[in-house]
């Protein structure tokens, strides 16, 4: 009679425990699904090519920058009054004086003392090493560069409680520096040695409660990306780990099929209503499969950070695209217009160019309400001194236009519109061909060059479009008050960071060449647009 009793229990419970959705989910190591919270802010909080964010607070003032590697102007800062809207405010890095020998700059730390701010990076082109610049303005100007001897890259300043600086980069030496001369006082001493994974980077130093915090990247910024800390009650150390390392990363099965991978290279800020956050940087794929296009983008999770405890950032250590946290008050800044219209004297702070750019073959002033390029010898495939400007690609589903004035006299002549990734590109150009002025699609992968059907064009100005529909791009044009017609649509995987390397994202942009020959012909464009679709 026991067994029958049994048998009828477990019959009753056994369907009422399989239909419980909690305990049926896939992933029981993730954080449970809470539909009814309302999102508060979604990630990426600065979308596109913005890696390696570092913050800063000066009152209830936010000040964020990032690393920029090959493009000019190099370093923006971006300001903020709730830590979620941000509006670039300048660069760090907008004269060729400061950097003579051209720029690949790496992560950068911004950090404000003593009425100054300050900005420490490396560069590995011309004069390679690591540098501050200083400015009491963030918008700018900034200082000419001071180098300083001190191995490694993304250095880190910190200013202890009794005066003293010191520097530290990704050797995790830390040294004593004199910040008004850059001369080093003590001899680099290794003062931690990582958790073991490979690639450490981004290394910053923080005090609290006592203890000197060193937290860093690990894992190199792909998949295995992640960020550890350790502490000490002497600067000098030694740091001992936290037993909970990594306090963020998405290489675990909590984070597994997350939208946000590559999670890392991170930095804390203390918010002036003394709550924490961490910024940091993460890639969205374009599929299941490992792809992403729009580089390393800048996110935000809160952290929790107990008297003598660790940080522990959102709970698990893992963040999601649609957070659910409290925030401080939203703060939005008015949005900008998609259409640039090319009528300001310079271009706005979204646009660059590869290195320096060749200022002749630039200007907003020549024709009056158009943006007029002047093709160089160089392409972009074989230099970085080519005519070439342009904007990150901020979205996944995106349309860039523009309307084109060129008229090539000679056939090594073409301009057009361009999507460009470490020397990858795909142009939708026109070129001069038999006597006849046409419209052709050119996509480079590596050294292979695929050309798509010719299109002849009529007199007058042209429209060119690209559209991206996240996993691929669409080439069409349009004059007069014709439709647009579609040319080529490519896989975006071929512009992927996977595919062509480095640490970049996608650009959209304008260029003119001479391809090897000098060009005589003036290529004009009317205005530029891009929208989020």
Known sequence: MKNILLLLILTSVIPAFSQNPVLKRNNPFATPPFPDEPVTFQNPIIPGFYSDPSVCRVGNDYYLINSTFEYFPGVPVFHSKDLINWEQIGHCINRREQLPQGINIFAATIRYHEGLFYMITTNLRGRTGNFYVTATNPAGPWSDPVFIDVPGI???LFWDEDGKSYVISSDLKLFEIDLKTGKLLTEGKKVWYGTGGRYAEGPHIYKKDGFYYLMAAEGGTEEAHSVTIAR???????YTENRANPILTHVTAAAQGFSIQGVGHADIIQAHDNSWWMVFHGYRNISDKVHHILGRETCLAPVTWPKNGWPVVNGNGTVTENMTCETLPLQPFPAKPAKTN????????????????VESNFSLTERPGFLRLKGAPETISTSHTSTFTGRRLTDFYFSATTRIDFNPKKENEEAGMILLNNGSHFDMLIKKQ????VLVVKLQFGRTIYTSKEYTLKPGPVDLKITGEKTTFTFSFAQGNNEFTPVETVDAKFLATETVGFFTGVYVGLYATGNGQPSTSTTDFDWFEYKKN
């Open 154 to 156: 993304d250095p880190d």
């Open 232 to 238: 000490s009650n002497n600067i000098w150390g030694p």
């Open 342 to 357: 090319f009528d300001e004297k310079t271009l706005g702070l979204e646009w660059n160019y590869l290195q320096y750019p």
């Open 434 to 437: 038999n006597g006849k002025r």
